[in-house]
Nanobody
């Protein structure tokens, strides 16, 4: 099964930028649809962005559309989240998720451990 490790989080001032990475090991990232989620203190984990297996389809949470860009480099077995114009409400632990489908169409989901993003106002 795939293992995921996020990196790139940190402390940034409002209006700044960060690029998160999600490195996969154990299996090729090309087998998976990928997504970013985040969880702020006291809140439920929420969807941020997703990208299809071949990278042709992306989707975003309304509040990040136009500020965040999801991408993938299967040759490097890595997915990215470029975050710009950061706001204090973007403060959260960011998680990457990989999803594969078996022959019957049943999904399997794999999560990383998360990386903290803190935006100071």
């Amino acid at each position: 099964q795939v293992r995921l490790e996020e990196s790139g989080g940190g402390l940034v001032q409002a209006g700044g930028s960060l690029r998160l990475s999600c490195a996969a090991s154990g299996r090729s990232l090309s087998n998976y649809a990928m997504a970013w989620f985040r969880q702020a203190p006291g809140k439920e984990r929420e969807f941020v962005a997703s990208i299809s297996r071949i990278g042709t389809a992306t989707s975003y949470l309304d509040s990040v559309r136009g500020r965040f860009t999801i991408s993938r480099d299967d040759a490097k077995n890595t997915m990215y989240l470029q975050m710009g114009s950061l706001k204090s409400e973007d403060t959260a632990v960011y998680y990457c998720k990989a999803t594969s489908m078996d022959s019957s169409g049943a999904p399997s989901h794999y999560w990383g451990q998360g990386t903290q993003v803190t935006v100071s106002s």
